[in-house]
């Protein structure tokens, strides 16, 4: 047959074509044969090495977005979030369709599992109709429940939540899934359950033998988790049992013996968490008697008092600045017996009642009404709670997302911002503090100034402001403001103690131009502004500060600075107590810093005298009930 092909081509046939002799050694055909082998071997071991566990067909899961380290909206914290397209016909990752079982291999054989609960992220929106014997499958396959959602899902504050359901499929369950909720709660520390060794999803388990104790499970599965109303239940399906300890290796039971080992269960003792948190506690608003010493009458004591406790009582005069004025007075033969009742009627005309005594002693002062000890004001505290991003986003409109791309470029140059937070939202608090810079602060300031209580959307702006405030650095040193116009600067007195309700914004230098009067502060919580893009001009301690609301400051003096405008020095009083020796230290090292200032324009004036109401009256040291 050889000869005649080659005779018909005309062309004489390959030596490799033709039959082997004995003497020109292997066949053609064995060596293709060991080169494939040999390949096969190569590229097995290749594989082995890389993932060891991992077949042909399990594909690789690529992490999401919200896994990246740094992450503005890092995924919930004890789930496994997969970004996957979902259908009627499977499930598609990277474009290609993926067997339910082929899915299961690929997130047991993940190393980012560690049999946490599976949240599906699909683009298209799962409608429990058509993918839901798709999903089931997977739990099934997978031997863990599988989440996933009817509308768009949104990550926020280690949280799942969306605008529909979230639905759960469970191994033991139907087609047919269970409601979730709108909202996955963080399911904290995951306790793991160890799997029967030898079990790979998609495959049937093994029975009738049970499994050798130093085989380590492939992965574990969370433990149960206790529900609430409105989120999600226990991800792990209660009838599900846990494994105990087995018998020896290499034990051969009989099918039900082994059933029965396998089928043991613990109970799981779940200790309610404590709540460590700080609640504030409102007390009702009472007027509390305020007791002055009269030192304008004389102490005169009554040897015919017969009441010891008359006699005391005569012996000092006490005034109660009460609503019903009560008047405990001394022996007097104009009006009353010494020994006659104490009344407790308003005072009437007298030389009893009237302040200029009968010896004719120096009047003293009167006593302070409620009215006359300071203007009230609205306090607030730093605190930011889970939904104020999207209520900040419905109060600022457009410019919440522009401040927000602010906030996300300072984070990156200064990523210790980030380290400053602690429990409060670093967005939030960041882009409302650029939100008083931007034209808010005009009403914020006003309505805590105010003395009445400011609507939600204030509260909202001036607390949040309060915790973006504190992720900020201190300055500890001089800042410098501008007194209003027209505001007479020897208003302040030393000594004083004065509380500023609003935000106040200062610079870090005072200029020595201009013949206005300022302020010269030596700061201890004034936060800078730098970090966050907001300057004042060139230089090292060029730029701009902000104290938070409620700050209190004392009054040093006012002196007249080096140009001859007038200075009043304040010291920032953080504690609430006063030395004398430190007011004279600041005070001198303010005055260093006042001398020393370059030649540069004086700052922008505040809007307001610092700690003065209207009418240079100043406010009290406390705030008014029913702060934020």
Not at 506 to 520: I, L, P, Q, T
Request: hydrophobic content about 40%.
């Amino acid at each position: 047959m050889t000869e005649l092909l080659a005779l018909r081509q005309g062309a004489p046939l390959p030596s490799s074509w033709k039959v082997p002799q004995p003497a020109q050694g292997v066949p053609v055909g064995q060596h293709v044969a060991r080169y494939l082998r040999q390949a096969s071997q190569a590229v097995g071991a290749a594989v082995a090495r890389i993932r060891p566990d991992a077949g042909a067909r399990v594909p690789v899961l690529d992490p999401g977005p919200w896994e990246a380290p740094g992450s503005v909206t890092p995924g919930p914290a004890g789930w496994f979030a997969l970004a996957v397209e979902t259908g009627r016909s499977g499930f598609r990752l990277g474009g290609r369709p993926v067997a339910a079982a082929d899915l299961a291999q690929a997130i047991w054989h993940c190393s980012r599992w560690r049999g946490r609960p599976v949240l599906l992220v699909t683009q298209r929106s799962a409608s429990t109709d058509r993918v839901g014997p798709a999903l089931h499958q997977l739990a099934v396959d997978l031997g863990a429940p599988v989440y996933a959602s009817d509308a768009g899902i949104r990550f926020t504050f280690g949280r799942a939540s969306t605008d529909g359901l979230f639905w759960c499929w469970r191994p033991g369950g139907g087609d047919e899934p269970e409601p979730a909720g709108h909202v996955l709660p963080p399911l904290g520390r995951v306790r793991v359950r160890p799997a029967p060794p030898g079990r790979v999803p998609g495959r049937p388990a093994p029975t009738g033998r049970v499994p050798a104790r130093d085989q380590q499970p492939p992965s574990p599965v969370p433990s149960p988790a206790t529900t609430a109303p409105g989120t999600a239940p226990s991800p792990v399906d209660p009838a599900v049992p846990s494994p105990v300890a087995a018998p020896e290796a290499g034990t051969d039971l009989p099918l039900g013996a082994a059933f029965e080992v396998q089928t043991l269960t613990l109970p799981v003792v779940e200790l309610p968490r404590p709540d460590l948190g700080v609640q504030r506690m409102v007390l009702t608003e009472f007027d509390v008697p305020r007791l002055e010493l009269d030192t304008c009458r004389p102490l005169v004591a009554d040897p015919e008092a017969a009441d010891p406790a008359t006699s005391a009582l005569a012996a000092v005069t006490l005034t109660a600045s009460v609503p019903a004025v009560a008047t405990l007075t001394g022996p007097d033969t104009t009006d009353a017996p010494a020994a006659g009742p104490v009344t407790t009627e308003a005072p009437t005309t007298g030389a009893a009642t009237t302040d200029a005594p009968a010896n004719g002693v120096g009047v003293g002062p009167p006593p302070v009404p409620p009215a006359d000890r300071g203007a009230a004001w609205f306090g607030v505290r730093a605190r930011t709670d889970e939904a104020d991003r999207e209520r900040l986003r419905t109060v600022l409109g457009w410019k919440f997302q522009a401040h927000s791309r602010t906030v996300a470029r300072a984070l990156s140059l200064h990523p210790g911002l980030r380290s400053a937070v602690g429990a409060h939202d670093v967005m939030a608090g960041l882009v409302t503090v650029l939100a008083l810079l931007d034209g808010v602060g005009e009403r914020v300031n006003g309505a805590l100034r105010g003395g009445g209580t400011p609507d939600e959307d204030v509260q909202l702006l001036a607390r949040c402001a309060c915790a973006g405030l504190e992720q900020l650095p201190a300055v500890g040193g001089p800042v410098f403001a501008a007194v209003p116009a027209g505001l007479d600067v020897t208003r302040y007195r030393a000594g004083e103690l004065l509380v500023e309700p609003a935000f106040t914004t200062v610079s870090c230098h005072g200029g020595s131009e201009g013949d206005a009067g300022r302020y010269a502060i030596w700061s201890a919580t004034a936060r800078r502004l730098d970090q966050l893009g907001i300057a004042d001009g060139p230089g090292v301690r060029a730029g701009r500060a902000m104290f938070a609301a409620g700050s209190r400051f004392a009054v040093l003096g006012v002196d007249e600075g080096p140009d001859g405008a007038p200075y009043v020095l304040l010291r920032e009083v953080v504690s609430g107590h006063r030395d004398g020796a430190v007011d004279e230290r600041v005070a001198g090292k303010l005055r260093d810093a006042l001398a020393a200032q370059p030649q540069r324009a004086a700052p922008a004036p505040l809007p307001w005298p610092l700690g003065l109401a209207a009418g240079d009256r100043p406010f009290a040291l406390e705030p008014g009930p029913g702060g934020a």
